[in-house]
């Protein structure tokens, strides 16, 4: 089509206009991407430059007093890091599993297709409708109570396609060889992805985990109505305690606290960033230390 | 012998399991369907359709009209999507396009930060420094408009714009532009007139990703929108609050009595959502498996 355009209307505008176009063309591109990029470059100073002064070794392991405007944030750390964990042991098996299904098992037939479209939809659903499902099924239904469980169940779930979509492309990415190999020297189809697919996949796996996991650490609606409280004077003592966690946290002194001192604003969201920013940068490391490693 | 059946049964388990996982994801789904419909349906009953179709929604006096918060999503949506569809496709293209390699290399992990952002972090920048700011700057009666809400989404919705549409760039075989090249079009006229169009599917799915990102966004829209539930009427209403379907729920499903007529209209909000999420991503699922089949086909 496009070669046939170009033969249909000759190239008659002027090479000088033609090279004025394109500069400026570039120059609108660059502006554009400089008005996309700028903002995120200021929110994470902004964060960082006035949060850090608000950090102190006190801030991070003493409980909130005087209605949360004083004091420091250590049990909605505690509670973040309990959601995390949670959300990893229930949805790092499975998604793996639903991965090494797609990438070394499922036909290529209808079937597969509805799961892939389901995974996709999944991806999509907003996360305050996993927030009314958890509530539906897990605080209610199944009697959990708001509690790190139901908080942690909901999100592994709403976390699953992140994993098993980078999962399955790690998987893919191992060639075919190393399959043959496996299978001809005399290993069945689960030995060979559990011994030689899956430790070639690792990084690309823990990278997808983690990726996953940073979504899950900042996720708020779901845990508003499935795990989250605004004060707590203890620790939770078990997963079917409810937790204060950092992103909740942020969000009550932000909105619903009056006269809440913005340094303590700024010291949570920094907290919060540095969580999200650590596991990005965790993920970027893995990803491209494996690359330099890899032989194939 | 004993061993061979150890083995058999390993892998027979392993494979059951694998399977199960990987038919999870359907699962999920309907389950998330099921318990909103069992929790939602009952509201169709309780209100009757004339009052949900309403324009007021005060559930307080029993007023469950549920188009103006309908109306508040699209109204935020079409805002954020005038931002980001325009901003997100111009850098994917300056990424895949123009930038040279080391800008290149430092922009895509940027873009990947922004995606991670908690949404209650720019809610809470917004609340704190946009809000103000443009309540000064535009003399409004409050910063907290549709407008702010438009502009926090924005920027939330456009690394999936960049990252989606970026990838269908790249995914474009070198051969076309070295062909258009080779036929005399400057750079600039092989992005617009072979690149793109080259690229188009790619580019519809990330503008419909990132628009169902920015219907479905919940805290930052909730913190920064004023949540007034005002059936909106024109432009003029882009700077007044407004309250979208999910700041909704998430505002009120706190307070409310479980099975309540309030509850289960918050459910029924909830079954709407999930319904405009399910058809904008199984459009972009049937533009993914369109491209994949007809690539097929050419190849095969």
Redesign the interface.
């Known amino acids: ?3 046939a ?2 033969a249909r209307r000759p ?1 008659v505008i002027p090479t000088r206009r ?2 004025w ?2 500069r400026t ?2 120059l ?3 502006a ?2 400089v ?3 700028a ?3 200021l ?2 100073g ?2 960082l430059v006035r949060g850090l002064r608000a950090i102190t070794p006190e801030f991070l392991i003493t409980f909130p007093t005087d209605g949360l405007r004083a004091g420091g944030i250590l049990p909605a750390i505690v509670g973040t890091l309990w959601l995390a964990i949670g959300t990893a042991v229930a949805s790092v ?3 793996i ?2 991965a ?3 990438a070394e ?2 036909p290529d037939n209808r ?1 597969t ?21 958890g ?3 897990f605080v ?2 199944l009697r959990l109570g708001t509690s790190i469980l139901a908080g942690s169940l909901t999100l592994a ?1 709403m976390t ?2 992140v994993i ?1 979509s980078t999962t399955e492309e790690s998987l893919r990415a191992v060639p075919n060889s190393f399959r043959v190999v496996s299978i001809s020297l005399g290993g ?4 060979t992805v ?1 011994r030689i697919v899956l430790p070639q996949a690792l990084s690309g796996i823990m990278t997808g985990v983690i ?1 996953g996991l ?2 899950a ?5 779901v845990i ?2 499935t795990a989250a409280a605004v004060y707590l004077p203890t620790l939770p003592a078990s997963p079917l305690a409810p937790t204060m966690a950092l ?2 946290h ?2 009550v002194i ?2 619903q606290v009056p006269g809440m001192p ?1 340094g303590i ?1 700024y010291g949570t ?1 920094a907290v ?2 540095i969580f ?2 650590g ?2 940068l965790i993920a ?1 490391v893995i990803r491209s230390r494996a690359r330099a490693r890899r032989q194939w | 012998m004993r061993n061979w059946s150890r ?1 058999a049964f ?2 027979f388990t ?2 059951q ?10 699962v ?2 309907v ?2 369907f099921l ?2 419909i ?2 939602g349906g009952p509201a169709v009953i309780q209100v009757p359709t004339a009052d949900l179709l309403g324009p007021r929604w005060y559930p307080v006096e029993g007023y469950y009209g549920i188009v103006p918060l309908l109306f508040g999503t699209l109204l935020v949506t079409l805002g954020a999507a005038v931002i980001a569809v ?3 496709l ?2 994917a ?3 895949a396009e ?2 040279p390699r080391w800008a290149r290399e430092s ?1 895509k ?6 995606a ?10 917004g ?3 946009l809000a103000p700011a443009l309540y000064q700057r535009l003399g409004l009666s409050t910063g907290l408009t549709a407008f702010t809400g438009s502009l926090l989404l924005g ?1 939330i919705a ?1 690394p999936t714009i ?1 990252s989606v549409a970026e990838d269908s760039l790249a995914a474009v075989p070198r051969t ?1 532009r070295e ?2 090249l080779a ?7 092989t992005i617009w ?2 690149t793109v ?1 080259a690229a188009r599917s790619g580019v519809l799915i990330a503008i419909m ?1 990132g628009i ?2 920015a ?5 930052a829209v909730m ?1 920064v929108t004023g949540n007034a539930a005002v059936l909106p009427t024109g432009l003029g209403s882009l700077f007044r609050p407004v309250r979208t379907m ?1 700041a909704t ?2 505002a009120e ?2 307070e409310v009595a ?1 099975g309540s007529v309030h509850y289960h209209t ?2 029924l909000i ?1 079954i709407v ?2 319904l405009i ?2 058809a ?3 459009a ?2 049937s533009v ?2 369109r491209i994949r089949s007809r690539a097929e086909r050419v190849l095969s």
């Open positions: 089509m496009t070669t355009d170009l190239n033609r090279r176009v394109q063309g570039f609108m591109l660059t554009a991407t008005l996309t990029v903002p995120i470059i929110i994470v902004l964060i098996p499975i998604g599993a639903a090494i299904y797609l098992y499922a079937w297709r509805s799961i892939r479209v389901a995974i996709i939809n999944l991806a999509g659903i907003p996360s305050v409708v996993y927030g009314l499902f509530l539906g099924l209610l239904f779930i699953l396609p098993i069945t189809h689960w030995q559990r990726l940073e979504r650490v900042g996720e708020t609606a508003l109505f992103p909740y942020l969000f932000s909105t913005i604003q969201a919060l960033l999200v920013l596991l990005n970027t | 083995a390993v892998e392993a494979t399991l694998i399977r199960a996982a990987g038919y999870s994801a359907i999920f789904v389950a998330i318990f909103l069992i929790q325009p901003l997100g111009a850098t293209v300056f990424i123009v930038a922009l992990p940027l873009v990947e930060v922004l991670g952002l908690p949404s209650v972090l720019l809610g809470f920048l609340i704190t420094l920027w456009i960049v076309y062909a258009a036929l005399g079009a400057t750079r600039w006229q007139r072979v169009p990703l169902g990102r219907l479905g966004e919940t805290m913190m999910t729920i998430a499903m706190g479980n918050l459910f909830g959502l999930f999420s399910l904008v991503n199984l972009a699922a993914v498996f």
